[in-house]
Every structure is written in structure tokens, then in C-alpha cells.
């Protein structure tokens, strides 16, 4: 990669308000090859710190290095690197001088994207049967928490304000073929996906001051606002956005970009409102993504787990009938429960009665893929879920109802199946829940 760092070229608009910049140089990146279980760097890469003055690599001795994050106090980064060709990729910890580096995860599965967690923990993405998936670790000694538990590949790219893990995956949940912003607790709890108006390709979502998620859309960018259940376009130039949008002190934006798919992606800063994008980093040869800054920012919430040491978890839904999609009045007879077997079949867990509010209360398996469906009388499909999701060990989730949206308030009311049993319909596949036959 020592080739390609010379033909760099940098602009000189660096001003005394600009903080040390990080990013990734790259002969090839390819942005989605993760939804696959592919690598996005096929040809190496490099991360390279930029100050007004100099451009060198963060780490030496590296064969390989990529995906920076820098610590809430702005003194340490961590990064995905590979020591020799042969390895895996592996989550490295370093400090922004470039001093003290130290691996973090061990194994040989390939261990990718870190970001910084509150209270000295870290979540990446681990490569497992061929698919990536999330977990939490402590920088110190402990075990790996898993995130996620659907079939696709999950890839991070943020931490919240709010303390929860912003990632990217498969769009229908899990399963599809293009890429959808979502967003789960530390403790892999509350998956929800982050906007329910899934269309065009969404991917590498950041957060910026105001809260609102910015993204790579289309040939553009869009954003997600407190104020609307839909994505909104921002007015930026068109082209293609390598996500990973960084706002800056000044309120500019740095994001990598290219005119199209046959140009190497470049680092660039804009101001919103501005109709022209200023190329601050290109080379030749490969590609300038991941901008990163290195400077102190707040900590985000810290996200106590609520899961309880249990084998199973319990699902309420308040209300079926809440939904963007349309039921007529007490159509809905039954939910039918679906998951995914060791060998990857599709296989019906049972049934349960839906009751005439639309409320149901379901004790499922946990940490595994599931699958609702709701049936009429006649046991004919009304809806069915596209994608998949999850319940963690002991977690108890509440929905206010089927496919509501995260803006939806539930009802001032007692759920008519609580009324009825306070007892969970068995869908965990236990001989007591078989001779019951549900409820």
C-alpha cells in the first residue's frame, strides 16, 4: 500500500479549526461484498492519519488496515488490521499517536468494523459460517455477547446517542439482497429495523448532532429525522456516497463519494445548502473512504440489560389491527409462528389465538431466527412477515402492533388476552407446550 499513499494527493483548505483526520486508502473497496460474507477490501488497505501538515499510516507493520473508530475522549482508535497476508482480520487497539497497539480479539474467524462502547467495551462484526454477525466484548477479559440472530450477515456503523447499536443488513430482515439500516441494544434486545419504509438501498448510517441517521440512498444521500416515519432526501450533489458521512466542527459534512461506479471513490467536504462538493483527498488508483475525526465527543447512554437468565423469551402484541397495512374489524383469527432448524428449513413452530382487540402473548425460543404470520378463520395467510427476527434468552418484548412503525403510541388499555390468561401460548417446542397444543 506504500505505492498508493504517494500518488495521494491532498488538498490544502486544512484549516487550525480541522481536526487530525483518519481514513481508509484502499486499492478496491467494495461496499457491499459483506452482505455476501464477501471482503470489502480484496486488494489491502491502509489507514492513514492527515493533519495540516503530514499524511502517514496509523499503524506500521501491518499488512492490512481498516474501519477506524475513535474513543469518546479522542485518545485511542480501534481498527480491523491483518499482520501478514494469510491472516484473518482481526480488532486492533491503538493510541492516535500511533503508540501501544494491542490486539483485542483472538481466534480465526475475521473480525471487522469495532466501534467504541460505554464503560471500556467495544461491538464489531465476526465472520461465522460464512456470515458476519454482531457481537459486544469488554476491552479487558470477558466472553463475546452476541447481537444478532437471523441468517444474514450484519455489519455495524454507529453507536447511538441513545446507547443503541446502528448496524446494517439484509433487506427483507436478514434474508435479502440489499442492504437496510436497523438498530439493536448492547444486549441484543429490541432489533427493531430503523424506518419501515423499505425501498431503495440503505447503507453506512451515522449519526450526526442533531440526531437525525444519515446514509448512503441510491445516487444520493438520505437521512432519518425524529419528525417523519420515512427517509428524507438530503440536497446534496448527486453521485454515489460511500456512507460514513462525518460532521465536522464547522458543521460541513466529509463523506467519500465518486461521480459513478467507474471512478474511485474520494474524500470530500460540503456545507449543506451548498450546490458543490470540495475534494479534500483522491487518488489514481484506489479508493478514500471511511473519514473519521479524531476528537472527543460525547458518551452515549449506557444501555442496562433488562434479560433475564431464562431459555425462552415472551412476546406480547397489544394490538394487531395497529398497522400501516390495512385488516378489516376481527379478521384476524391467529398468529402462526415460524423459525429457521439447524439445517436452515423454514418450519412452523404453532399457532395461537389472536383475541377480537388484535393482542396475543406468545413464549417463544430465543436466539434463533422467527417469523410471524397472521391467519384468518379459515387459516388463510392475511400477512406474513418478509424477513426475520429475534428474541434474546429472557428477553420480554412488548409491541404496540404488527408492523406499526416506531411513532405509533399503543392504546390506554389492558390487552384483552391478559385479561383472558396471563399465561405466554408455548411456541418453544417443549413436550408441555405439545400437549397443550397452544391456546
Given amino acids: 500500500m506504500a505505492a498508493l499513499a504517494v500518488i495521494a494527493r491532498v488538498s490544502a483548505s486544512s484549516t487550525p479549526e480541522s481536526p487530525p483526520l483518519l481514513f481508509t486508502m484502499a486499492k478496491k473497496y467494495e461496499a457491499q461484498a459483506w452482505l455476501r460474507g464477501g471482503e470489502r477490501f480484496p486488494r489491502g488497505a491502509q489507514v492513514v492519519v492527515e493533519t495540516r501538515t503530514q499524511r502517514h499510516l496509523l499503524v506500521s507493520g501491518f499488512e492490512a488496515t481498516a474501519d477506524p473508530a475513535v474513543s469518546f475522549d479522542g485518545s485511542r482508535v480501534v481498527f480491523a488490521g491483518k499482520k501478514k497476508s494469510g491472516d484473518s482480520w482481526q480488532v486492533y487497539e491503538v493510541g492516535v499517536d500511533g503508540e501501544g497497539v494491542r490486539r483485542v480479539t483472538s481466534g480465526k474467524e475475521d473480525c471487522v468494523r469495532p466501534f467504541y462502547l460505554p464503560e471500556g467495551r467495544i461491538v464489531y462484526a465476526k465472520k461465522i459460517e460464512g456470515q458476519f454477525v454482531i457481537e459486544a466484548m469488554s476491552l479487558g477479559v470477558g466472553a463475546a455477547t452476541r447481537l444478532t440472530y437471523w441468517p444474514g450477515s450484519s455489519l455495524p456503523t454507529d453507536v447511538l446517542h441513545d446507547g443503541r447499536v446502528l448496524f446494517e443488513s439484509a433487506f427483507p430482515s436478514g434474508s435479502g439482497a440489499t442492504s437496510e439500516l436497523y438498530a439493536v441494544y448492547t444486549d441484543g434486545s429490541g432489533v427493531e429495523s430503523y424506518r419501515c419504509d423499505h425501498g431503495r438501498p440503505r447503507s453506512g448510517g451515522r449519526q450526526v448532532s442533531s440526531g437525525d441517521i444519515v446514509f448512503a440512498s441510491g445516487r444520493g444521500l438520505g437521512r432519518f429525522t425524529s419528525a417523519r416515519a420515512q427517509e428524507v432526501a438530503v440536497a446534496a450533489p448527486r453521485g454515489e456516497y460511500a456512507g460514513d458521512v462525518v460532521e465536522m ?29 470540495q475534494t479534500i483527498a483522491e487518488g489514481n488508483e484506489g479508493d478514500f473512504v471511511q473519514p473519521v475525526i479524531v476528537a472527543a465527543r460525547a458518551v452515549p447512554k449506557r444501555h442496562p440489560s433488562g434479560l433475564h437468565d431464562w431459555g425462552y423469551a415472551n412476546l406480547l402484541c397489544l394490538n394487531a389491527y395497529t398497522s400501516k397495512l390495512k385488516f378489516a374489524g376481527e379478521s384476524i383469527e391467529s398468529v402462526r409462528l415460524r423459525t429457521l ?38 387459516g388463510k395467510t392475511l400477512q406474513a412477515e418478509q424477513g426475520w427476527f429475534w428474541l434474546r434468552r429472557g428477553e420480554q418484548r412488548i409491541c404496540v402492533g404488527c ?11 389492558v390487552p384483552a388476552v391478559l385479561l383472558r390468561s396471563i399465561v405466554p401460548a408455548d411456541m418453544t417446542g417443549s413436550p408441555a407446550a405439545a400437549s397443550k397444543g397452544g391456546q
Fill in 341 to 378: 432448524d439447524g439445517s436452515g428449513a423454514d418450519r412452523v413452530l404453532g399457532t395461537a389465538r389472536v383475541e377480537k382487540d388484535g393482542s396475543f402473548y406468545l413464549r417463544t425460543p430465543a436466539d434463533q431466527p422467527l417469523k410471524i404470520e397472521l391467519l384468518d378463520r379459515t
Fill in 249 to 277: 466542527p464547522s458543521g460541513e459534512w466529509l463523506a467519500a463519494w465518486r461521480s459513478d461506479a467507474n471512478k474511485p471513490f474520494q474524500l470530500t467536504r460540503w456545507k449543506p445548502g451548498s450546490s458543490r462538493l
Fill in 403 to 413: 408492523h406499526a412503525g416506531p411513532e405509533t403510541a399503543p392504546e390506554n388499555a
